[in-house]
């Protein structure tokens, strides 16, 4: 009856680092609005392009989208139109396709380490090989001439910074994000419950 779909994005990190922006910085918050609006708002206007020629998803009821916080957000352009789809948006982790990418960042995450250990079962047996894996855009960044500091390690973001981040991005994806925030070993239950708190109160749909 919805049609729903998930459009999202993958290897932010890495985007905003080609910029010169770091991942916790204001800067690179204020790129990621920019981007996330763009996806919005191409989705949403495609959506209502395909509802003009093929109809809108069956359970469409215009009276109850009225005062939708999303879809209030929307550009005036987009408002109270008919849609394909009932929601459009996600982000997804991707984290197999950031190994596929030359082990680039995946989904919103920052990169995970610069470089590190990665163990890989051999098929058909119960034995693993371990191989030295390297963030691939750093050594691209410098070959290029460019600042490889802008690439931050996951450890080395805040929790306070990653939340700002999703809840940035949550404002304009109309489903759930995938994202882990990383917290150092000892991190206390009441530091735990600090964060859940605080992505609650910011707007995000979930929080890991």
């Known amino acids: 009856l919805g049609r729903r779909i998930g459009l999202g994005c993958t290897g932010l990190s890495d985007a905003l680092a080609m910029l010169g922006l770091r991942y916790d910085s204001p800067k ?10 763009v996806l919005r708002d191409t989705a949403y206007a495609s959506s209502i392009e395909l509802a003009s020629e093929k109809g809108a998803f069956l359970a469409y009821t ?3 989208e009225v005062n939708n916080p999303f879809l209030s957000r929307l550009p005036e352009n987009l408002q109270n139109k008919p849609r394909r789809n009932i929601a459009l948006l996600t982000n997804a982790p ?15 995450e920052p990169c995970f380490k610069k470089e590190y250990l990665r163990n890989v079962k051999v098929p058909g047996t ?3 090989r371990q191989f030295q894996v390297y963030h691939q855009p750093i050594a691209d960044c410098i070959e290029a001439g460019g600042d490889p500091s802008v690439f931050v390690e996951a450890n080395n973001v805040s929790g306070e910074m990653r939340i700002k981040l999703q809840a940035t991005i949550q404002k304009y994806i109309d489903h759930s994000i995938s994202v882990t925030t990383n917290l150092p070993a000892g991190t206390t239950k009441e530091r735990v419950s600090e964060l859940y708190l605080q992505a609650f109160k910011e707007g995000c749909k979930g929080f890991t």
């Open 28 to 37: 690179a918050l204020a790129m990621t609005e920019k981007i996330y609006s």
């Open 62 to 64: 215009p009276e109850k």
């Open 94 to 108: 991707n984290g197999s396709m950031a190994i596929i990418m030359n082990n680039g960042s995946s989904g919103i």
């Open 126 to 128: 119960n034995d693993f």
